[in-house]
């Protein structure tokens, strides 16, 4: 579950290590993007459309693709979930372990780099290093872009994660938010240096397998088993969108719309 196409930077890892596993996708599109939306709003938005979505469908585990709303929802959504919630956080304790410098940089949404979570991260992993902390919204934009087909702006790039570069002992970077790998190549294009750039998919799809295979392998009674990979939007789009595209070049094929609390199904 993410806002956008972000979570799509963890499924392609849980793709990889869970090959036969049908994995759904909830894309909020209709409140995209979440880094600027008031906590309490993110609680409700999230908790609601994730408890829908569990109660319709045969999920063994959700996995909240989004680290803006994994520092504020979690504790709630796992209270509100009767299955395993994997949150997605930003990867200070590994940033900080590859640092030779001890300067590291955190690259995420406003709300992410402000956020107390966060504070207790570096803290807890990090408390001897120099953090650089750049919130963009910008870059999340940048990244929905790329995968409707949009050639990203390396220009804008630049300038929106330009304090990262400014300090020649910076050499690692946290991106905090998922949709940041999928411009991994581009950020390698504009860095200045030789800069390592850290972020949690293949530790998230390790945690998956491992919950996986703990979990029950038949599907809870009064609920129809899907065996194919479904797309949830809650905003319809053409299906000629170049965003759509995007979607299905990654492999879902099959659309929901989850709309007030109904739903209704239909191919690309």
């Known amino acids: 579950m993410d806002s956008g196409v972000g979570g799509l930077s963890i499924a392609a890892h849980i793709r990889k290590t869970c090959p036969d596993t049908p994995l759904f996708y909830l894309a909020d599109n209709g409140a995209f993007p979440y880094g600027d939306k008031d906590e309490g709003w993110l609680v409700d938005r999230v908790v609601k459309l994730a408890y829908q979505l569990v109660n319709q469908y045969p999920i ?5 693709g989004c680290n803006t709303a994994s ?4 504790p709630a959504l796992r209270k509100a979930l009767s299955i ?5 956080v930003p990867a200070i304790k590994p940033a900080a372990a590859l640092s030779l410098s001890g300067h590291i940089g955190l690259l995420a949404t406003p709300g992410t780099v402000n956020r107390s979570y966060t504070d207790q991260l570096i803290s807890d992993h990090a408390a001897r290093c120099q953090v650089t902390r750049v919130g963009s ?5 940048l990244a929905e872009d790329k995968l409707a087909g949009i050639p990203v ?11 990262l570069f400014e300090s020649e002992t910076l050499d690692t970077v946290v991106l905090g938010c998922t949709h940041f790998p999928l411009l991994r190549d581009e950020l390698e294009k504009i860095q200045p240096r030789n800069i390592h750039w850290v972020d949690s998919g293949a530790a998230i799809a390790r945690r998956v397998a491992m919950l996986l295979s703990q979990t029950p392998a038949q599907c809870l009674a ?12 809650t ?18 094929s099959q659309l929901v719309i989850l709309e007030h609390e109904t739903h209704c199904s239909s191919g690309f």
């Open 60 to 64: 063994k585990l959700l996995v909240l």
């Open 71 to 74: 520092t504020v929802v979690l």
């Open 84 to 88: 395993p919630v994997v949150g997605v």
């Open 137 to 141: 919204t910008e870059v999340v934009r």
């Open 153 to 163: 702006d390396l220009t804008r790039l630049k300038q929106a994660v330009s304090p």
């Open 222 to 233: 009064g609920k129809n088993a899907v065996q194919s990979d479904l797309l949830f939007l």
């Open 235 to 252: 905003q319809a789009l053409s299906k000629e969108a170049s965003l759509m595209k995007s979607f299905r070049h990654n492999g879902f």
